[in-house]
């Protein structure tokens, strides 16, 4: 455990310099129950940190950050099809894919070079290409913060939605992930629906290796890397809007990108919305709209975290003012 100032420049994916009170960081889940017990100090704010890669440091964090190193991937069951993988919240998501991919099961490869570690990945239920993190969860395994007990949440318990999940919502700041059991396929059809997948391969000859390096493509061009240019990924969810407000819309601007969203509803592409409005490029202090994806911002040198609060405002004000639509930031601002 770290007491006083701690750098977190490291631990998060926009590289903002925000040190916390108390950082502490366990790579086995007897040390996490121990801290629990005699050193965690319950009337202060704390913070589960995985990867980092969800996450706005506004200023400084007043509270206690907690972050899981530990590692394991164990097959636990299997059948004729079905393999049973249970892994450790501090594992790196992509060191999963990758694991999943060179065992020749199926089930996250379209998730591949997504950041971050596995604890997040029910909480947030990380999806891109057609598929997410549910998908493949079978069970969520957890250890309870008020009295260290264990708990098994099911798939159905999570309750997962378009990046969300019981984690954000009854259960937040109630449990800490111990480990992800996966239900991975030996065969499986692979899902190439979304975008340029289905242009770039080809049903009959895919592999998963080469599902996985072509998603890692698509990726690399779209995305930065956030090793040479911090940001977090996607700023902003998609928002998600009644069909006639979508018609509606449809009319007067008909280039808007749509897809169909669960309950009748429509979802709209966030980065067409913010695109269409000029801003890829344009900065605020140290923050800047990506150049080659208007969904993702990022910190183009030393930006703070108001930098970054003072431009999603910005694009939220201009995308309210032509479209009518509030977008809501699918990173966590602290
Ligand atoms: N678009 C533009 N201009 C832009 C960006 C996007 O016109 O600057 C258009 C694209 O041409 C496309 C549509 O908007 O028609 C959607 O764009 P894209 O396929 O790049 O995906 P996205 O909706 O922007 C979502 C996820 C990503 C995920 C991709 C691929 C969210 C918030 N984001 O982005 O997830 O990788 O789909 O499946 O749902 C993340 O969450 O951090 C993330 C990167």
């Given at each position: 455990m770290r007491n006083g100032k701690f750098s977190l420049q490291k631990y998060n994916t926009f590289g903002i310099d925000?040190?916390?009170d108390t950082?502490?960081?366990?790579?086995?889940?007897?040390d996490l129950i121990l801290f629990l017990q005699n050193d965690f100090d319950k009337e202060k704010p704390f913070f589960i940190l995985g990867g980092g890669s969800n996450v706005?440091?506004?200023s400084d964090y007043q509270g206690t950050i907690i972050h899981p190193e530990t590692k394991g991937i164990t097959i636990t069951q299997e059948d004729d099809n079905d393999v049973f993988v249970a892994v450790a919240?501090?594992?790196?998501?992509?060191?999963?894919?990758?694991?999943a991919v060179d065992n020749n099961l199926?089930?996250?490869e379209n998730l591949s070079y997504i950041p971050g570690c596995i604890g997040a990945s029910p909480v947030q239920n990380i999806g891109a290409y057609g598929s997410e993190a549910k998908d493949a969860i079978h069970e969520v395994?957890?250890?309870?913060?008020?009295?260290q007990t264990r708990k098994i949440f099911s798939k159905e318990d999570c309750k997962f939605g378009y990046r969300d999940s019981i984690f954000k919502h009854e259960c937040a700041n109630k449990y800490i992930v111990e480990t992800v059991v996966f239900k991975l396929q030996k065969n499986a059809p692979f899902n190439l629906s979304y975008g340029s997948l289905n242009t770039l391969l080809d049903e009959k000859t895919a592999t998963l290796q080469t599902v996985r390096n072509t998603i890692i493509q698509i990726r690399k061009e779209k995305l930065p890397d956030p090793k040479e240019i911090g940001s977090a990924g996607s700023f902003f969810k998609n928002p998600i809007i009644p069909e006639n407000q979508a018609n509606t819309l449809r009319n007067k601007f008909p280039k808007i990108v749509t897809y169909p969203a669960p309950n009748g509803n429509i979802k709209v592409a966030a980065g067409w919305l913010i695109d269409s409005l000029g801003?890829?490029?344009?900065c605020m202090g140290g923050a800047k709209v990506h150049e080659k994806q208007a969904l993702v911002l990022t910190n183009a040198g030393n930006a703070t975290g108001n930098d970054v609060v003072a431009l999603s405002h910005h694009i939220q004000d201009k995308v309210k003012e032509t479209y009518g639509i509030q977008i809501e930031p699918e990173v966590i601002f602290l």
């Open positions: 925000a040190c916390a950082f502490f960081s366990y790579n086995n889940i007897d706005l440091f506004t919240a501090g594992e790196i998501w992509d060191d999963f894919v990758q694991w199926h089930g996250v395994h957890c250890i309870s913060i008020a009295d801003l890829k490029g344009f």
